[in-house]
Nanobody, 124 residues
Framework: QVQLVESGGGLVQAGGSVRLSCTAS????????MGWFRQAPGKEREFVAA????????YYADSVKGRFAISRENVKNTVYLQMNSLKAEDTAVYCC?????????????????WGQGTQVTVSS
């Protein structure tokens, strides 16, 4: 089993930056693809970003492209989401997820393990 714990969320002003971390325990996720998803109140969960097992491929939702960056440190069993130029519409609970196939994916169905999430609130 893999446990994922997110951290780094909080309250930030519009235009500001936040870095989220997702640390895995239970087993190494070095061979797993990792993704970030978010869910705002009253809305469906949506894809944010993903990275394949070695960091060689990254994927982003159009709404965050150019503002967010996903990265990973396999030696720390940790994935990051750097969020810049934040907007009020980025307010959501952000969850990380692990894909045992290693690819990273836009689809939530491809992920086997999920964290509980961390709240990011952007004030305008």
């Amino acid at each position: 089993q893999v446990q994922l714990v997110e951290s780094g969320g909080g309250l930030v002003q519009a235009g500001g930056s936040v870095r989220l971390s997702c640390t895995a325990s239970g087993r190494t996720v070095s061979w797993y693809g990792m993704g970030w998803f978010r869910q705002a109140p009253g809305k469906e969960r949506e894809f944010v970003a993903a990275i394949n097992w070695n960091g060689g491929s990254t994927y982003y939702a159009d709404s965050v492209k150019g503002r967010f960056a996903i990265s990973r440190e396999n030696v720390k069993n940790t994935v990051y989401l750097q969020m810049n130029s934040l907007k009020a519409e980025d307010t959501a609970v952000y969850c990380c997820a692990a894909d045992v196939q290693g690819r990273g994916s836009y689809s939530a169905n491809e992920y086997e393990y999920w964290g509980q999430g961390t709240q990011v609130t952007v004030s305008s």
